[in-house]
């Protein structure tokens, strides 16, 4: 639910490009929207059947392995930018082709299908550790700072640090 939410928000709260438009939403953020929440739905609705069936592709999973990964790095790149993008094609790419590379780095790579539905469905991948810790550690931290900001405790605590430490050089 989490995953789906946040690939269903970035589109509609964080244009596409500086000079995208500010007012009214394009037909393009909608869609990558629409898209992002459908693929969280997914995997919410069929989880039971995910989990028993993990090793296999069937065509829903074909079909929606590859688009996910396009959405996430799509949300990627609009909130961090180009850098993790490439960082994460060069990875993703290595599972592809590790079979080419000499000895140190060959691996025997996998096929594309099978590598996007591991991206996508696996609990060792994106549904694991990432989406475990920004639900649950991430989001308190941002909820608490939000709070304490909200009433006051921010100004408090700035106003402490300077009382007691102003008259220093840095203070």
Same mark, same amino acid.
């Given at each position: 639910?989490?995953?789906?939410?946040?690939?269903?928000?970035?589109?509609?709260?964080?244009?596409?490009?500086?000079?995208?438009?500010?007012?009214?939403?394009?037909?393009?953020?909608?869609?990558?929207?629409?898209? !992002?929440?459908? $693929?969280?739905?997914? #995997?919410? /609705? &069929?989880?039971?059947?995910?989990?028993?069936? =993990?090793? *296999?592709?069937?065509?829903?999973?074909?079909?929606?392995?590859?688009?996910?990964?396009?959405?996430?790095?799509?949300?990627?790149?609009?909130?961090? !930018?180009?850098? $993790?993008?490439?960082? #994460?094609? /060069? &990875?993703?790419?290595?599972?592809?082709?590790? =079979?080419? *590379?000499?000895?140190?780095?060959?691996?025997?790579?996998?096929?594309?299908?099978?590598?996007?539905?591991?991206?996508?469905?696996?609990?060792?991948?994106?549904?694991? $550790?990432?989406?475990?810790?920004?639900?649950?550690?991430?989001?308190?931290?941002?909820?608490?700072?939000?709070?304490?900001?909200?009433?006051?405790?921010?100004?408090?605590?700035?106003?402490?640090?300077?009382?007691?430490?102003?008259?220093?050089?840095?203070?």
């Amino acid at each position: 639910v989490f995953l789906g939410l946040i690939m269903g928000l970035v589109p509609l709260l964080v244009p596409a490009t500086k000079t995208s438009p500010r007012e009214g939403l394009p037909w393009y953020d909608a869609l990558l929207s629409v898209t !992002g929440v459908a $693929l969280g739905l997914y #995997v919410v /609705l &069929f989880y039971p059947d995910i989990i028993t069936t =993990s090793g *296999l592709t069937p065509l829903d999973r074909t079909i929606m392995g590859p688009i996910a990964i396009m959405v996430i790095l799509e949300c990627c790149r609009r909130l961090l !930018g180009w850098t $993790l993008v490439v960082i #994460v094609a /060069l &990875f993703i790419l290595y599972g592809q082709f590790s =079979s080419l *590379l000499p000895e140190p780095l060959y691996s025997r790579g996998a096929p594309w299908i099978r590598l996007a539905n591991y991206l996508y469905l696996d609990p060792g991948a994106l549904l694991g $550790l990432p989406v475990r810790i920004v639900g649950t550690t991430v989001l308190a931290f941002i909820f608490f700072g939000q709070v304490f900001f909200k009433t006051g405790g921010a100004n408090l605590l700035s106003d402490s640090a300077t009382s007691l430490m102003g008259r220093f050089r840095g203070g």
